[in-house]
């Protein structure tokens, strides 16, 4: 059985910077590619970012552009979400997703594509 766990959430001034991580247990990391999202109250949940199964592909939500970068070590069976710059509107409840029927350089931002799910980590960004 697949299992995600986040972790390195927590509050951080606006202008700031933390670093997400999400270690998956169980199946074949390398065969998944692998996605953060988001969900704040009474919002819709958001695409951050997603990262292909070799990390050679990586796409970005428009909000979160030329701040945030997405990374894994298949060795350690981790992938993380280095997040700077941060604003208050990055306020939300983060999740790890895994996909896997990813094929090669594929890196969905639909959350239909991912078949399991962390609990996910809360990230609060004070003004």
């Known amino acids: 059985q697949v299992q995600l766990v986040e972790s390195g959430g927590g509050l951080v001034q606006t202008g700031g910077s933390l670093k997400l991580s999400c270690v998956v247990s169980?199946?074949?990391?390398?065969?998944?590619?692998m996605a953060w999202f988001r969900q704040a109250p009474g919002k819709q949940r958001e695409f951050v970012g997603a990262?292909?199964?070799?990390?050679?592909?990586?796409s970005y939500g428009d909000s979160v552009q030329n701040r945030f970068t997405i990374s894994r070590i298949n060795d350690k069976r981790t992938v993380f979400l280095q997040m700077n710059s941060l604003k208050p509107e990055d306020t939300a409840a983060y999740y790890c997703?895994?996909?896997?029927?990813?094929?090669?350089?594929?890196?969905?931002?639909?959350?239909?594509?991912?078949?399991?799910w962390g609990q996910g980590t809360q990230v609060t960004v004070s003004s």
């Open positions: 169980g199946g074949t990391f390398g065969y998944y590619a």
């Open positions: 990262i292909s199964r070799g990390g050679t592909v990586r």
């Open positions: 997703a895994a996909d896997d029927n990813a094929v090669a350089g594929e890196a969905s931002r639909w959350s239909e594509a991912y078949e399991v």
